[in-house]
């Protein structure tokens, strides 16, 4: 399982790459996405989102 970021709620305000421990998290076109081979699913960055745009993928 690993987060994701839903690219219509993203706001690419950059918070989740901020406080990911992994650094899993990264810039993309329009927004940031989550690298699911990095993401060891702590839910730091979802908590940290303020458009709530992050998700546990299963």
Do not use: S, W
């Amino acid at each position: 399982m690993a987060h994701v970021i839903d690219p219509t709620r993203c706001r690419a305000c950059g918070l989740c790459r901020g406080v990911c421990p992994r650094k899993a998290a990264a810039e993309a076109h329009k927004g940031h996405v989550i690298d699911a081979k990095r993401c060891q699913n702590c839910g730091a960055c979802a908590r940290q989102c303020p458009a709530r745009a992050i998700e546990v993928m299963e």
